[in-house]
């Protein structure tokens, strides 16, 4: 366990405070719900890309991802590999007409709001419904987050658990709170940046003081050679059709996320797309290369070093760390967890609070609320939801891998087929749109009570299921319903004639 440092204490200090700045600098920049919940669509390729991937990525990737290599290997590259498809896939196809037909759809600002003006919704009950499964989805996300910088306190400093989830928890909700979307984008600039860098120094120097590439892989052979094959787990056992496909189908999901769709409609320009994706490719699939290397290295090292075992293998990044680096640098790359934590629960907490301030409060109850009275209600919504999130993380038995798998599997399966198809065909309807939130939403949760079945289908991962049926939701009910109004198919009409010729831009802030 690594010891107190005053030098590791000072580095976290003094990264907070960088932190607080930059929410500081957000709040004196927000004055409009567009602005705390969008950054009134601001956003440079660089900004927007590395805040959609610090912002997915998450505590999970310097914990849970190098946990999941440490314990089996190179089985964990089949789960890298779809989500590294996953995020080209949604720049590619999503991210440009997200910008545009968000900001033409009555300039929306949260993914319900935009459904509820895409295909119109006079009684808000698409809107409504959309904004429940955000806040059931992201409570389980943002406790993921909760828990891992539950764990970094408690392995850093020695806290207990419970004071350490309070402790982490203070540290997201503070800044989050003040500066909104443009403080937590810029924000996850800085934190991706961290977080790639601290991934990409720690196997090199973990590997050379293990004696090379050649003397580590040398002792995961003679360790475990079932950790060094895609096709068997760790106990030798030949890795199924069901176990390949659920691990791969990680990538589905990057289509239904909502705090990566916010990046999409918060970027500056569609022509800025392109750029934006190259930087987002490229950043997830050096910072997932090195997070399995991490977890690779890592078991060579503790073969090597100490008696092999390790009581939870997502404290792998830390024991390293600890273990091998000045307690100034150490501090610079156990900050990196915390920059993971807070760059997706600051996103989760946000697009929380857009949901309940602009698709519950406003809609529902009060249609007249001033801009202000907006952003005041997100701000205490931030607040309340942030305590039941750290309710949900009390339990020191929850994975952080465990957590975003059933968040993530969630948000895919609810949002991603709706989405998707919203942007690409003209004949959807609110019916099919409605259909399939609640077809994905209410797979997911029954799904995840399974198990078993012939070929052990039931095993397989519930994003799979989710997206199955909620895209047959959507063919369904839309063709058995009355095609969509004249307005909405002219609207969607136009959408596509402003998205050859160049959407308009929605004007510009200044970075801090």
Do not use: C
Request: a neutral charge.
């Amino acid at each position: 366990m690594p010891k107190l440092d005053a030098a590791i204490t000072a580095t976290f200090l003094i990264y907070l405070i960088l932190m607080l700045a930059i929410g500081i600098w957000g709040y004196r920049s927000t004055k409009s719900s567009s602005g705390y919940f969008l950054g009134g669509r601001s956003l440079g390729p660089w900004p927007a890309a590395l805040s959609a991937g610090a912002s997915d990525m998450s505590g999970w990737l310097l914990l849970g991802l190098p946990g999941l290599a440490f314990a089996s290997g190179l089985e964990a590259l089949w789960l890298a590999g779809g989500l590294l498809l996953g995020t080209w896939l949604n720049w590619l196809l999503v991210a440009r007409r997200l910008r545009a037909y968000s900001y033409a759809a009555g300039d929306a600002l949260t993914i319900p709001e935009f459904f509820a003006n895409r295909f119109g919704d006079p009684r808000h009950i698409l809107q409504g419904v959309s904004a429940f499964f955000v806040l059931l989805f992201f409570l389980f996300y943002t406790s993921s987050g909760l828990v891992a910088g539950g764990k970094l306190f408690e392995t850093v400093f020695g806290f207990d658990y419970e004071i350490a989830v309070i402790v982490g928890s203070l540290f997201v909700v503070s800044y989050t709170l003040f500066g909104g979307f443009l403080a937590v984008s810029w924000t996850d600039l800085v934190q991706g940046l961290l977080m790639a860098a601290a991934l990409l120094l720690v196997p090199v120097i973990v590997i050379s003081a293990d004696g090379g590439l050649g003397t580590m892989l040398g002792t995961l052979q003679a360790r475990n050679p079932n950790l060094l094959t895609l096709w068997q787990d760790n106990a030798g056992t030949p890795l199924g059709i069901v176990a390949i496909v659920s691990l791969a189908a990680w990538g589905l999901g990057y289509f239904g996320q909502p705090h990566i769709l916010a990046r999409f409609a918060g970027i500056r320009s569609g022509a800025e797309v392109p750029r934006a994706r190259r930087i987002a490719v490229t950043w997830s699939g050096l910072s997932m290369a090195g997070a399995i290397l991490v977890g690779l290295a890592g078991a060579a090292w503790l073969e090597t070093n100490t008696s092999g075992q390790l009581g939870d293998p997502e404290t792998i990044f830390m024991v390293l760390v600890n273990a091998l680096f000045h307690p100034v640098i150490a501090g610079i790359l156990l900050a990196a967890i915390l920059a993971a934590i807070m760059s997706t629960a600051d996103s989760q907490l946000l697009v929380s609070s857009s949901a309940l301030a602009e698709d519950f409060y406003r809609q529902l109850l009060r249609p007249a609320a001033s801009q202000r009275e907006i952003v005041l209600v997100g701000r205490f919504a931030v607040v309340m939801l942030a305590v039941i999130a750290l309710l949900l993380a009390y339990d020191p038995e929850r994975t952080v891998l465990g957590l975003v798998g059933y968040a993530w599997a969630g948000f895919g399966a609810a949002f991603g087929p709706v989405l998707v198809l919203s942007l690409y065909w003209r004949r959807m309807n609110r019916s099919g749109a409605l259909a399939g939130v609640i077809a994905g939403g209410l797979t997911v949760v029954a799904w995840k009570q399974l198990s078993g079945g012939p070929y052990g289908l039931l095993d397989l991962y519930e994003i799979l299921p989710g997206v199955a049926f909620a895209t047959l939701a959507i063919v369904a009910a839309s063709l058995l319903t009355a095609a969509p109004p004249a307005s909405v198919r002219d609207g969607f009409d136009d959408f596509r004639s402003g998205l050859r010729s160049g959407e308009p831009s929605a004007g510009a802030a200044t970075a801090p």
